[in-house]
């Protein structure tokens, strides 16, 4: 085979002998001209991960409050409860249910992140809806929480990171999200992100999740004031990560939007680079199953070329309504829900087999749907999810507190 760079007869050597690439293959890949072999490669690795299968899974998802007080430089989404009480929402743990119900129960997961929101991130809101969940819908796995708000949970009830996961794992919890990974890099973190999980505890409970049997994906935030560096780096990280604690089933590289929030500077992403990334990720984690290219945030088109770089999943059909607010409030141009025909067909006609999947990725033919389920949704008990009256009733300062063992 004749390559138009010759950095890329390197990398298919490694890739051939399954030696993990180094930074400065990373580096290499994310600097080459030669879009077309680096396609190539990132497509034979998906192929030799899942043939040629591409993954979507009929879900639902919600933000279930947008109460935050960690002020990243990234986010549109939080509201500040005191100074712009307008914007606020939070759920509470009955309308959650009622969300997730509304167009059915023919789903396989359900997906749900937040704010650090004092008033619904705790166990006493969480455990009783989780456990509601499973009683009444036993074939949805729960998707719940990113890091960050596990993270902030086990800092309220003083938990150590092996406790709150145990607590988190019996109430039903499948999978964690990937997000609140952002970028890992110390320097650029403390500029984005200062006040949620540090890159450090973000690992450390990951791996400590996958000790216990609960799955996790992990995202990369790109886009903004990272340098390329970090992005390796961050890949990097999580190739080690894995290593050590086996239990990540995908990727998703997010792609930095810019409406409404202090990087607005940084502009959008390109084309270009969005593909560039998801091959870059597909050679950098050799030991991740897969790469998803995630509709809601480069959009479905992108999201199609992706699956001829790398990726090998396009998440999921999302709500009917109006559910998705992070990235809609940060300028995504994406709509709220895809029928999963669409998905079928966007997949077939890039020349693969479209597979429905759940949260851990078991595979389901494309019709399928529950047996009766064991009790009425409806009928089922309300939540006892009691909401403290205030903030007040935290702990002073959460930064004293252990976290981890
Ligand atoms: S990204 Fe998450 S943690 Fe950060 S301000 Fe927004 S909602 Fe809060």
């Known amino acids: 085979m004749a390559f138009a760079d010759p950095i890329m007869v390197e990398v298919e050597r490694k890739l051939d002998a399954g030696i993990p690439l180094s930074m400065d293959d990373g580096l290499a890949l994310y600097r080459t001209w030669d879009i077309h072999t680096l396609g190539r490669l990132a497509r034979r690795q ?54 997730a119900v509304e167009t059915g129960t023919n789903f396989n997961q359900i997906h749900i992140v937040g704010g650090h929101d004092p008033r619904q991130l705790s166990l006493d809101y969480w455990l009783p809806l989780m456990r509601r969940f499973k009683a009444a819908l036993p074939h949805v796995q729960l998707s719940l929480f990113t890091a960050a708000e596990i993270e902030y949970m086990a800092k309220r ?69 990272e340098s390329i560096e970090d992005r390796i780096d961050h890949l990097i990280r999580l190739r080690e990560s894995q290593e050590r604690s086996p239990g990540f089933n995908a990727f998703i590289p997010l792609a930095f939007h810019p409406d409404g929030n202090e990087l607005s500077y940084c502009g959008w992403t390109t084309g270009l680079d969005d593909i560039r990334t998801f091959a870059v990720a597909r050679l950098m ?61 966007l997949i077939e006609e890039a020349g693969y087999l479209p597979v429905r999947r759940n949260s851990t990725y078991d595979e389901f033919p494309w019709d399928w749907a529950p047996d009766a389920l064991p009790v009425s949704s409806a009928a089922l008990p309300e939540s006892s999810a009691a909401l403290p009256e205030s903030s007040a009733a935290l702990p002073e300062s959460s930064a004293a507190l252990p976290v981890s063992s």
């Not at 709150?164 to 999200?177: H, P, Q, R, S, Y």
């Not at 290219?293 to 992706?306: P, R, S, T």
Request: proline fraction near 1%; hydrophobic fraction near 40%; charge should be neutral.
């Open 46 to 99: 998906k192929e030799r991960k899942s043939g040629k299968k591409v993954f979507y899974v009929l879900n639902r998802y919600i933000n279930s409050t947008n109460v935050c007080f960690a002020g990243c430089t990234f986010c549109s989404f939080a509201a500040d409860e005191f100074k712009e009480p307008q914007r606020v929402f939070r759920m509470t743990a009955d309308q959650v249910f009622a969300k």
């Open 157 to 225: 009830h003083r938990m150590s990171f092996p406790q709150i996961v145990t607590e988190l794992k019996n109430a039903g919890l499948d999978n964690v999200n990937g997000g609140a990974a952002e970028i890992f890099a110390e320097a650029t973190r403390a500029k984005i992100c200062a006040n949620k999980v540090s890159a450090s505890n973000w690992l450390l409970l990951h791996e400590e999740l996958h000790r216990q049997g609960v799955a996790s994906n992990a995202t990369m935030l790109y886009g903004h004031i």
């Open 285 to 345: 984690l050799n030991n991740f199953d897969h790469i998803k290219a995630y509709w809601m945030i480069q959009g479905l088109k992108v999201c199609q070329v992706a699956l001829e770089f790398g990726a090998d999943d396009m998440d999921g059909t999302h709500g009917s309504t109006d559910e998705e607010m992070i990235y809609h409030s940060a300028g995504t141009q994406s709509g709220q829900y895809v029928d999963d025909r669409e998905f079928r067909r």
